[in-house]
């Protein structure tokens, strides 16, 4: 197809703390890190074809999708659903070519299909400001995944800081860059089990917290004396987002101290509570974060994103061997745009 040319980047995201708040408005520190989508982009000009045509070096079958896009949900290959979601959210009617590669393990809890997302809607000529591009992601994510997922992956994605981790107000979806503790390096690292029955499990603790908050209000509010209204399941999913919520308040003050062993200690809490009270983990992964916890020169691990398989993130003295960690070392990065 002749027409100009261009190349976007989309980072993924690696979540310090903050898991499953993010639907209730909690707090969050995740970061957006140097794995990530590239898509090289030929846009059609003059006679535009009513068509999107997209390679993906982690695909076998290309995706074709003709505009206006009408349904998603059952189209097929199943990664042609979320290029298509976004184009169905921004109302595309201009055809492009476009070769995708990415450097993200996919399925892994570092958010391959946010970073996806954000890439095709930069290929696709979007040009607003990080939260309404995050916001349409977002949108486009539930659309073609019917995850009803929150606002953090697209969020930290689109307003990525280079050299920082970014503290995101899930209510009022304001973010603040957070330096993290001098000396300190993040790798992730993947249990070997790919996330499995994500999808319902998520809806069911979406659920879970919502039938919580119509007993106590809202859980970002709600104080631990609270608690007692509750009974069973609904009150250990509300013990874990508000300790949660207050882990990541102790976390941004630790970072800004410079305090890696207090950021540390609170990763691992952070881990026992998902596991137990938000029941989001398994045994490998305990295990895999087990193992991180226990190897000198490490601060803290926990498991992270939605559970249920993939990776555990863990912060780790940037003077120990990459190799005794395992996995990626990963450095904050800055947000998803045009690279040339
Ligand atoms: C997934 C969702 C996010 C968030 C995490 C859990 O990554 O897309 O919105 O809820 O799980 O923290």
């Given at each position: 197809m002749p027409g100009e040319t261009l190349t976007v980047f989309a980072p993924g995201r690696v979540n310090l703390i903050g898991d499953h708040v993010d639907y209730v408005g909690g707090l969050v520190l995740p970061m957006a890190v140097d794995l990530g989508t590239t898509i090289r982009v030929t846009r059609a000009v003059?006679?535009?074809?009513?068509l999107v045509r997209l390679r993906s070096d982690s695909e076998p079958e290309a995706a074709t999708i003709e505009l206006p896009?009408?349904?998603?949900?059952?189209?097929?290959?199943?990664?042609s659903r979320y290029p298509a979601a976004v184009m169905a959210e921004m109302g595309t009617t201009h055809g492009f070519e476009g070769d995708v590669t990415t450097t993200l393990p996919v399925?892994?809890?570092?958010?391959s299909s946010a970073s996806l997302e954000i890439a095709v809607a930069l290929a696709a000529g979007f040009t607003g400001p990080p939260l309404e591009l995050a916001r349409l992601c977002q949108r486009a994510e539930q659309r073609a995944s019917g995850v009803p997922c929150g606002i953090m992956d697209q969020l930290s994605i689109a307003a990525g800081v280079a050299g920082s981790a970014l503290l995101i107000d899930?209510?009022?979806e304001t973010v603040k860059p957070v330096a993290l503790p001098d000396g300190v390096a993040v790798h992730a690292v993947h249990c070997g089990v790919s996330r499995r029955l994500a999808g319902s499990e998520y809806a069911d603790r979406r659920a879970d917290c919502e039938a919580a908050e119509r007993t106590i209000g809202p859980l970002r509010d709600a104080?631990?004396?609270?608690?007692?209204?509750l009974d069973g399941i609904e009150q250990r999913r509300a013990r874990h987002v508000i300790t949660e919520i207050g882990r990541v308040r102790s976390a941004v003050d630790a970072a800004t101290a410079g305090d890696a062993a207090t950021f540390g200690r609170l990763m691992n809490e952070s881990h026992a509570s998902l596991r137990?009270?938000?029941?989001?983990?398994i045994p490998e992964l305990d295990q895999l974060v087990e193992r991180l916890q226990s190897?000198?020169?490490?601060?803290g691990a926990r498991m992270t994103g939605a559970g249920f398989g993939g990776c555990a993130v863990a912060m780790v003295?940037?003077?120990?061997?990459?190799a005794r960690i395992g996995g990626w070392r990963l450095s904050p990065s800055a947000g998803a745009g045009i690279v040339n």
């Open positions: 003059g006679d535009v074809p009513q896009v009408g349904a998603v949900s059952d189209r097929s290959p199943v990664w399925g892994a809890g570092l958010s899930c209510r009022d104080t631990f004396d609270r608690l007692s209204e137990d009270d938000f029941e989001v983990s190897t000198p020169g490490v601060h003295d940037a003077g120990v061997d990459p």
